[in-house]
């Protein structure tokens, strides 16, 4: 997202960021928070309309390197709000107390760290980084900035899987788990397609922008469209899907890095100029005698997608997605089944009620990092083909 020169001068005459700790939150009427969001896409606009429902926030800024993404944007803030092609100049300003971080997967960590180092809290969707090496340097900002980070993996902030971890796996009832099966078969996100007319970028869009640190490339319609298909972009279905399920292992049985990492699959379907796999089986080995597996395809396009997260133990099996919980006691049939229905996450409410608190949130960024690492082992494990072990410099 770029400014004019005149602005970017402005801007780095004034020193740009603000070192954190510098800015202090506005106290607005009954304790407003004032929002930014950089990325008015989709999933952007999705999240803008999260935090609508949360009451008593106040839209200050919009941030987008399209023209018309902003504008769209608008409808979803409050009278007044001010709209930038580049989120620098969002965080220049000293009305804002948080900002969303919904842009593709490859600015997601400079965005945030940026953010936190003005001074601001922050959501960053997930996957919180695009690379295996961004996160501690990341998570450090973090820390040193004290600033409430709060990641969009929403099933942490999600009842009905609070609820299936306390009865199943606080209480032991589970008993040893040593596997986890995930999948999430046909998820249409992976099959877009660019709109007609867009053979020539449209005039308001900063394509540049949208590539941040990465190598310049000339306009792709594709890549646009269709960004969760390049391993540059957006990491693919293990960025994309995985990173939730692996989220939700981690946080039920209190793990956090791989040992070691190995995945299989390739482009079988769409030759279309997608890099990354359309068909993937991944492995992942932790420590504490367990694995974890996930398959995706996006061939199968045979009624919803399909989800699932499917925990094998001793004491019985647990499948549980968004749609809700199934618990299998060991020995028992299927009338002995103990079953959860799906609920709304709240995973926006939090972090705007940690932003008022100073609480941790439900998602931090530490617990973003060893999430998205499962996603970069097994990406880094498909490239190469090979076992990807952890690294030392990973750590946190």
């Known amino acids: 997202m770029q400014m004019d020169n005149g602005s970017r001068r402005a ?7 603000m070192t954190a700790g510098s800015y202090q939150r506005v106290q607005g009427a009954n304790d407003r928070v004032r929002l930014g969001i950089a990325g008015c896409g989709g999933r952007g606009t999705h999240l803008m309309a999260e935090a ?5 926030i106040q839209w200050v800024a919009v941030a987008d390197a399209w023209d018309l993404r902003r504008e769209e944007a608008v409808g979803k803030t409050s009278p007044g709000v001010e709209k930038y092609a580049d989120y620098r100049a969002l965080l220049e ?3 804002i107390d948080g900002v969303i971080v919904a842009t593709w997967d490859n600015t997601h960590a400079r965005i945030a760290t940026d953010a936190v180092r003005a001074g601001r809290d922050v959501y960053v969707e997930k996957p919180m980084t695009s690379r295996a090496e961004q996160g501690p340097p990341l998570v450090r900002a973090v820390r040193d900035s ?6 969009g993996v929403q099933q942490r902030s999600t009842p009905h899987f609070a609820e299936a971890k306390e009865r199943f796996f606080s209480s032991g009832k589970i008993g040893r788990v040593h596997m986890v099966r995930t999948v999430w078969n046909n998820n249409g996100g992976y099959r877009f397609a660019p709109p007609p007319g867009m053979e020539k970028k449209p005039a308001g869009l900063d394509w540049e922008a949208c590539l941040g640190a990465l190598p310049k490339i000339p306009w792709d319609a594709k890549r646009y469209f269709n960004r969760f298909s390049y391993m540059d972009l957006c990491c693919g279905q293990t960025g994309g899907l995985f990173v939730h399920m692996v989220d939700v292992v981690q946080w039920f049985l209190g793990i956090t890095k791989p040992s070691k990492v190995t995945s299989l699959g390739g482009i079988y379907e769409f030759q279309d100029g997608r890099d990354t796999p359309d068909n993937i089986n991944l492995i992942a080995e932790y420590p504490e005698k367990m694995t974890v597996t996930f398959e995706a395809t996006v061939t199968d396009r045979v009624g919803p997608e399909s989800a699932d997260i499917v925990f094998f133990g001793s004491g ?9 919980y199934r618990f299998l006691p060991a020995g028992g049939t299927l009338q002995d089944a103990i079953v959860g ?5 709240k995973h926006m409410q939090n972090w705007i009620d940690c932003i008022r608190t100073r609480q941790a949130p439900n998602a931090t960024a530490d617990q973003g990092h060893y999430g998205a690492m499962a996603c970069h082992m097994g990406n880094l494990a498909w490239q190469q083909g090979r076992i990807v072990t952890w690294r030392e410099e990973w750590n946190i």
């Not at 801007?11 to 960021?17: P, V």
């Not at 019985?316 to 809700?324: P, Q, V, Y």
């Open 341 to 345: 229905a799906g609920t709304r996450d």
């Open 52 to 56: 609508n429902k949360c009451g008593n």
């Open 146 to 151: 004290r600033r409430v980070v709060q990641t």
């Open 11 to 17: 801007f780095l005459a004034s020193s740009a960021l």
């Open 93 to 95: 300003r000293k009305d």
């Open 316 to 324: 019985g099996r647990l499948h549980i997605f968004r749609s809700g």
